[in-house]
């Protein structure tokens, strides 16, 4: 089906400015619009007071349903929250990836890639953690995943927190996976949720282009934050580096006051996401994508350096810049929100509260030029 959506506003993510003009879906790519006496041969969607964006990308997930007592139904979270591709942030490591890419990527309508967790076991339960000793590490198994699925794998994860590792050990460990990384080709993403080492020291060992996760936690002594409640200078050495950050949101991986005092000061997050998982799925502190991007607009970032965040940039960082656009012939990956004024209560696992103004909310998602989603009062 051919589709033309009028009266909206694009977002061009090149410019991060909005275009208020059609916008036509002919065989699951974006069209030029189609002149007037051919537009009956399209459904047409009125978007007037809309947005309109690439699919969502959600960089921070856990989605393998039954595998994993931490994941959710790839298709049920995703479509109707704008997104139409996800990365799966290690839930499976060598020892179960790829049935997982057999059973639910295969099998998911929405697009699937992976961090491959650097512990072969993987994140299997809530009761006990990964072993992230590097004398477990299969180095062979891993260097051959990459090279058989190089299509879907597109980092290496791990989880450094003070329940999974002693500070000398997260420091070998993180050597080592970025020894291993380093062979591969791939970038190192890590979960530092309360890490048993200073944040601007973990900073100090990763490369550019690798990324720290849950960079907003408010667990522990290591914190985003000094003493005195300020962003660590290490960290804005670690920035003009090319060491990118995501402000993944989680159950218990972000803090509301340390969020604000960083954004408050410029260190803006280059990604959000969500790390939907089945503890929070729906629920706060989590919520869903669209509502944490809402969160940062209130915060004081513009709209559209938000939106970037779940668009362009990850669009990037997994080798898929085409997902990240609107450009004509690009796959026709795309959401229209409304952006809805009205009192929107946050809250974290601290306890803290915040009130916003606004949110995103999804009224149509389209994958690959076929409407997966559409909000029952929309159309």
Not at 52 to 78: C, R
Not at 224 to 238: N, T
Request: contains cysteine.
């Amino acid at each position: 089906m051919n589709f033309l959506i009028k009266n909206g506003a694009f977002l061009d993510t090149e410019t991060g400015t909005w275009i208020h003009s059609n916008l036509a879906i002919t065989g699951g790519k974006i069209a030029d619009t189609p002149p007037p006496h051919k537009s009956e041969n399209y459904h047409i969607i009125d978007a007037k007071d809309c947005l309109i964006t690439p699919g969502l990308i959600d960089y921070h997930t856990h989605y393998y349903e039954s595998g994993s007592e931490n994941g959710v139904n790839p298709d049920a979270t995703s479509f109707c929250t704008g997104i139409t591709t996800a990365v799966d942030a290690g839930t499976t490591g060598a020892g179960g990836y790829e049935l997982y890419y057999k059973t639910i990527i295969s099998m998911s309508d929405v697009r699937i890639l992976n961090c491959l967790l650097i512990a072969s076991g993987g994140q299997s339960n809530d009761r006990y953690p990964e072993n992230l000793d590097p004398k477990y590490f299969d180095e062979e198994k891993i260097t051959s995943l990459f090279k058989r699925y190089g299509h879907n794998l597109v980092g290496l994860k791990t989880r450094l927190s003070k329940n999974i590792l002693s500070a000398e050990m997260a420091r070998i460990s993180l050597k080592k996976t970025i020894e291993i990384a380093d062979r591969i080709g791939t970038r190192v993403v890590v979960h530092v949720t309360d890490s048993p080492i200073p944040l601007d020291e973990l900073a100090s060992y990763l490369r550019p282009g690798d990324v720290i996760c849950h960079i907003f936690h408010g667990k522990g002594k290591h914190t985003c934050l000094d003493k005195d409640g300020h962003v660590l200078k290490g960290l804005w050495e670690a920035r003009r580096r090319g060491i990118l950050f995501d402000a993944c949101n989680g159950r218990s991986n972000f803090d509301l006051v340390v969020a604000q005092k960083a954004v408050q000061e410029g260190f803006v997050p280059d990604i959000i996401s969500s790390d939907n998982n089945a503890s929070s799925w729906f629920l706060q502190p989590l919520h869903s994508l669209p509502r944490i991007l809402s969160k940062y607009v209130d915060f004081g970032m513009s709209l559209e350096s938000v939106l970037l965040t779940a668009t362009k940039k990850p669009a990037h960082l997994i080798g898929h810049p085409e997902l990240g656009t609107l450009k004509v012939g690009t796959p026709a990956d795309l959401v229209i929100f409304k952006d809805k004024r009205k009192q929107v209560p946050y809250e974290d696992c601290n306890g803290h509260t915040f009130i916003g103004h606004h949110v995103l909310v999804p009224q149509m998602t389209f994958k690959d030029g076929r409407c997966v989603y559409c909000q029952v009062d929309f159309q």
